[in-house]
């Protein structure tokens, strides 16, 4: 028997290109071979195999089934399920051609005050737990107001398009150094006091044994509140992607991670769930080793499916079609999102216990959308 080649670049491309059929060709499909009863797909929680109605079963009975696929003429994956999202921005924005705008749907009042209420708490603190040397710059510290925390995000931001080795020279008098629009907007002494005291919580309410995310107790709040602003701000069209990203970091911290494929090979990873077609982070979550904070519902499962179904919790049920690569994919995934009407694709992983072993070189398809490479 003669070893089965893999799919090329363009075979997987053209398999894409031909699952992309029309919305209407999908409600079509769904309605005219599919009874309601096949396609009443619960929603509300993921639940176990010993939990599954024989109704449930037999639907996603095909998925469990191996076949081979044919190289030569790759079947046509089926419709897709029927796209309920109300997708696009969800705000109503006065002027839409003024980025400050769109900043202001994630930072919002409530994460700026949030940040003004706790520097200053944190000052206060700081301030009276210690005594000041005589020339020390804290004794030169004023509360923050929200205009202060805007004008020190801006300079962050110049910051990081204006880059120079060393912080002290965006406000040098230098003329071959200088930068005089520093200057202008906050002394160097203003911002260096901003920088020492920034603060998003309060640390003596902090209790480990009640505290979602205990590693995470810094920044929790408005980490959470950012996210609720992103996912308020706009919902994604159908195809989503899920993957991890790497935030440059490499100061110590017990969750560092190293993954030689990335740019910044060193730093917090960060599983996120982007809209494909325009990149925007809908959902992440912060991978802080054992204690990384996923739903409720997904106690029962691995760090891939829980990372999955944690970050899509909010729009199943809805018809996505959501891209992940191997390291994501598996079997019990495929049946779980398939019963929350949320179609997967990419390579699934194989192993013992979920799937039988597919020979190295051949390719075979296993339900109706799932193509299996090794």
């Known amino acids: 028997m003669s070893k089965r080649k893999s799919l090329s670049g363009m075979e997987l491309l053209a398999l894409h290109e031909e699952s992309d059929h029309s919305d209407a060709e999908t409600e079509a499909y769904w309605n005219g071979n599919c009874s309601d009863e ?13 939990d599954v109605s024989d109704s449930d079963t037999d639907d996603i009975a095909d998925v469990r089934v191996w076949r081979r696929v044919d190289l030569e003429q790759p079947p046509t994956a089926p419709p897709r399920f029927p796209f309920t999202g109300n997708s696009g921005l969800q705000a109503d924005l006065s002027h839409k051609s003024d980025p400050l705008t769109y900043l202001c749907l994630f930072l919002d009042d409530y994460v700026v005050d949030t940040i003004v209420v706790e520097t200053n708490r944190y000052a206060d603190q700081m301030l009276g737990r210690s005594s000041q040397r005589p020339k020390s710059r804290t004794r030169h510290w004023e509360p923050v107001t929200a205009d202060d925390i805007w004008l020190f995000f801006g300079i962050l931001v110049l910051q990081g398009i204006i880059q120079k080795p060393q912080q002290r020279w965006y406000w040098s008098n230098n003329r071959i150094l200088e930068t005089p629009i520093f200057r202008k907007i906050m002394s160097e002494y203003r911002f260096s006091l901003i920088m020492k005291f920034l603060h998003f919580t309060n640390n003596d309410d902090f209790d480990a044994t009640t505290h979602p995310s205990p590693k995470l107790k810094k920044i929790w709040e408005v980490y959470q509140a950012l996210l609720r602003n992103f996912q308020r701000a706009y919902l994604p069209e159908r195809d989503l992607s899920v993957d991890e990203s790497l935030m440059a970091y490499k100061g110590r911290l017990g969750w560092i991670q190293y993954i030689a494929a990335k740019r910044a090979r060193f730093g917090i990873k960060f599983f996120t769930l982007c809209e494909s077609q325009t990149g925007y982070i809908w959902n992440t979550i912060m991978y802080t080793g054992k204690g990384t904070q996923f ?80």
């Open 38 to 50: 096949s396609v009443n797909l619960s929603s509300d929680e993921f639940s176990s195999e010993s």
């Open 295 to 374: 739903s409720e519902k997904c106690r029962d499962y691995g760090l891939s499916t829980s990372s999955v179904l944690s970050l899509v919790d909010a729009l199943l049920g809805k018809g996505y079609c959501i891209t992940m690569d191997n390291f994501y994919t598996s079997p019990e995934l495929f049946e779980l999102l398939l019963k929350q009407k949320t179609r997967l694709r990419n390579s699934t992983q194989q192993s013992a216990q979920s799937a039988s072993r597919v020979r190295e070189g051949e390719v075979e398809e296993r339900g109706s959308d799932s193509v299996a490479k090794r």
